[in-house]
């Protein structure tokens, strides 16, 4: 089993920046990826971006050029940097790993608004 903690969510102006963290625990060996996904009021979750064990890395169209995923294998955490956010960012983001035996686990999510 991996456990997942986001942290780093909040409120912040349209323009403005945030850096989500993912700190994974528990069988942290059984990771083949992970990544970050994102659900808004009333619609289905989406993906955002991910990064693979070997550090390579897919985002949305929609975020391109503007957040940045990476990891720290040390502290076995993942991170979101948020730049130039815009209010249809405004979402519960959710951290996801995906094991080598296909299996995923979820983070709680955390909330990030951006107001215009």
């Known amino acids: 089993q991996v456990q997942l903690v986001e942290s780093g969510g909040g409120l912040v102006q349209a323009g403005g920046s945030l850096r989500l963290s993912c700190a994974a625990s528990g069988s942290i060996f059984s990771i083949n990826a992970m990544g970050w996904y994102r659900q808004a009021p009333g619609k289905q979750r989406e993906l955002v971006a991910t990064?693979?064990?070997?550090?390579?890395?897919n985002y949305a169209d929609s975020v391109k050029d503007r957040f940045t995923i990476s990891r720290d294998n040390a502290k076995n955490t993942v991170y979101l940097q948020m730049n130039s956010l815009k209010p249809e960012d405004t979402a519960v983001y959710y951290c996801?790993?995906?094991?080598?035996?296909?299996?995923?686990?979820w983070g709680q999510g955390t909330q990030v608004t951006v107001s215009s």
């Open positions: 996801n790993a995906v094991l080598k035996n296909g299996l995923r686990s």
């Open positions: 990064i693979t064990s070997g550090g390579s890395t």
